[in-house]
């Protein structure tokens, strides 16, 4: 076939020829389900051991930042949703806490209650649908069913407070829009007494099952110094013994008065990050429930009072000439936050995600940056995937968790 081609048209003549070694090279991707989005990985391998290993990346960048720098602060907020589109009030919350960082503004306690409520059953959520995949993935299909009948549980739960189960639009700057529902707190209850009976459920089907065991101990091996040579975050790095979470080093909201442990593991390998992931999930549940404590005991107040950013309570607008005025003027030419720039990190459920902003005094960012923990994590498979089989490739993938809303952005 190579010599017609090449008698028809010169130019195939170093397109076609003949390989006298082993060596492949494979698309994995984007199309591949196993990819977890639009994920290209060029892959060579000998045989079926992979020699080397390149992610391309940006089958789904939108623009998102430069989008942000078009758009007034609050504008902004529905867009973040589309980052990491599985934990969704996680970049709410990331993006809302930066502004609140750089105006300056106090949240009030019963806010920030509603705050960590939603923040941990997002994380829950978003635990949950990684097990299922990834169990999914690595061939146990009864995991997907029972974790995705648990996640529906959590996801009525953001509904019956947002009206969405999957891009939420929960927060707002200065707080949040809503107050509970009057029987949400009843529902999260229940939700949390029924939850771990379905984690014990998946953690008989797995924990000691021969062949998830054999397809995720000792595969995909990260050391310490490749976790900080790639900056990963997260349970990634808490699986390989590096110590690391924005939630205890660096207390934003109301978690530095919160009781909770961040669960650590040293094998380093996808066991590891599994039994990471199923930890989380329990210390989520945990945190919820204080926050419930301080929601029953905190005022009413859901939202900061800053006539230069944030708009009056609706009862004010609908009764007071100048709050309206004040509300028309944030809602149509937007605030405008002082002259400076500001780095804010957060734990969502895949590592730091932080928002840098630069502002020189008018209703939109001048620039900003999303730092997304998903870009790292895709960048260390170049790394990662060397010296490990094609069936391997699967696995470490699924364990990275990694959500390409985020990395292409």
Request: net charge negative; charged share 25%.
């Amino acid at each position: 076939m190579a010599q017609v081609y090449t008698r028809l048209n010169p130019s195939f003549e170093n397109i076609f020829f003949e390989r006298e070694d082993s060596q492949l090279i494979v698309n994995f991707g984007p199309q591949h389900p196993s990819a977890h989005g639009q994920l290209r990985l060029i892959l060579e391998l000998d045989n079926e051991r992979v020699v080397k290993a390149t992610p391309d990346i940006g089958y789904l960048h939108r623009g998102v930042e430069k989008l942000a720098e078009n758009m007034i602060y609050n504008e902004f907020m529905p867009t973040t949703d589309r980052l990491d589109y599985i934990a969704a009030v996680n970049n709410n919350y990331a993006f809302a806490l930066s502004v609140e960082r750089l105006i300056g503004v106090e949240v009030p306690l019963r806010a920030e209650a509603i705050r960590v409520i939603l923040l941990e059953l997002s994380r829950i959520i978003s635990h949950i649908f990684f097990i299922g995949v990834h169990g999914m993935d690595v061939g146990a299909l009864s995991i997907f069913l029972y974790a995705f009948k648990e996640r529906e549980y959590g996801l009525d739960l953001m509904e019956d407070y947002c009206g969405a189960r999957l891009t939420h639009n929960a927060m707002r700057i200065g707080g949040v829009p809503l107050d509970l529902p009057k029987d949400f707190i009843p529902k999260m209850l229940h939700f949390l007494d029924s939850m771990p009976k379905t984690i014990e459920l998946i953690e008989g089907l797995l924990d000691n099952n021969r062949i998830w065991r054999a397809r995720l101990e000792n595969v995909g091996v990260i050391d310490e110094n490749l976790v900080k040579a790639w900056g990963l975050s997260g349970i990634v790095a808490r699986g390989s013994g590096v110590e690391v979470d924005i939630r205890k080093s660096e207390p934003y909201g109301i978690y530095d008065k919160l009781d909770f442990r961040v669960p650590m593991a040293d094998s380093k390998d996808c066991y590891a990050r599994y039994r990471l992931y199923m930890e989380e999930i329990r210390e989520s549940a945990k945190l919820i429930r204080q926050a419930i404590e301080i929601y029953k005991s905190s005022k009413a107040s859901i939202m900061a009072q800053d006539a230069r950013y944030i708009s009056a309570p609706k009862e004010d607008i609908m009764s007071k000439n100048y709050s309206l005025m004040q509300h028309f003027v944030l809602i149509t030419q937007g605030m405008r936050p002082p002259i400076g720039e500001v780095y804010v990190p957060t734990e969502s459920p895949r590592g730091e995600l932080g928002f840098f902003i630069n502002s020189q005094g008018a209703p939109y960012p001048h620039r900003l940056k999303v730092r997304a923990p998903c870009f790292y994590h895709t960048g260390v498979l170049q790394d990662l995937l060397v010296g490990h089989y094609l069936a391997d490739v699967v696995t470490i993938i699924g364990s990275l968790n990694m959500i390409f809303g985020e990395v292409d952005r």
